[in-house]
């Protein structure tokens, strides 16, 4: 595909529950980041794969939340025990990093979840 | 630590009106700089950014913006806004390099909402 793509667009699910969301980055982007964009609010980073390296989980808000990344592409964000303050649009983006740090990021167009 | 603001929550502006949408931003360190752009019901797509040289940058869709390192600025411009320019707009900024803390910052987003 020609973009980074996340499924499902849309979550609902019921309190407790746990929910997997998935993200699909371009093809051959080293970088991969999760954020959370909750209603009337900016952009919350969460989690940030580069390569091989150890990912940088600084903005995971609680041990209910985890993400992995397997083989370098496709990036999993697990919630589990889901609150009500959950619900949120959970947005992938990816980008080619060089290590400078000035490359765009590529967006998705985000899974909305609902917890009920 | 880096941080961003954009002091305007919501930007109502006419048609064919100019528009300029701040922000502000924080950093003990050189900064790269970035707007992004997000459409209704989209994921976010970068309008334009700053990393070095001409402090005025030009973006996608007539939008520019200027770098002021004297007041910590990168404020938004277009001359004419169109209907089809109504989104939300979020600043951004990151250190140069790759680390674990160069990830991009955002700021909570203007709404910008144009009346015909």
């Known amino acids: 595909g020609a973009g980074v793509s996340q499924s499902p667009s849309n979550k609902v699910t019921e309190k407790g529950k746990d929910v997997e969301l998935r993200c699909d980055p371009i093809?051959?982007?080293?970088?991969l980041y999760w954020y959370r964009q909750s209603l009337g609010q900016g952009l919350e980073f969460l989690i940030y794969?580069?390569?091989?390296?150890?990912?940088?989980k600084s903005g995971l808000p609680s041990d209910r939340f985890s993400a992995e990344r397997t083989g370098g592409s496709v990036s999993t964000l697990t919630i589990q025990r889901t609150q009500q303050e959950d619900s949120a649009v959970y947005l992938c983006?990816?980008?080619?990093?060089?290590?400078?740090?000035?490359?765009?990021?590529?967006f998705g167009p985000g899974t909305r979840l609902t917890v009920l | 630590a880096q941080s961003v603001t954009q002091l305007d929550s919501q930007v109502p502006v006419f048609e064919e009106a100019p528009v300029e949408l701040r922000c502000n931003y924080s950093?003990?360190?050189?900064?790269?700089l970035f707007w992004y752009v997000q459409y209704p019901n989209q994921g976010l797509q970068l309008l334009l950014k700053?990393?070095?040289?001409?402090?005025l940058v030009k973006g996608i869709n007539g939008f520019e913006a200027e770098f002021n390192k004297s007041q910590t600025s990168f404020h938004l411009r277009k001359p004419s806004v169109h209907i089809s320019d109504t989104a939300e707009y979020f600043c951004?900024?990151?250190?140069?390099?790759?680390?674990?803390?160069?990830?991009?910052?955002f700021g909570s987003g203007t709404r910008l909402s144009i009346r015909p």
């Open positions: 951004a900024v990151r250190t140069p390099g790759y680390s674990s803390a160069s990830k991009i910052i």
């Open positions: 950093s003990s360190v050189s900064v790269y």
């Open positions: 983006a990816s980008s080619f990093d060089s290590g400078q740090g000035n490359n765009e990021q590529f």
């Open positions: 700053y990393l070095s040289g001409s402090t």
């Open positions: 093809s051959g982007h080293t970088a």
């Open positions: 794969f580069q390569g091989n390296s150890a990912p940088d």
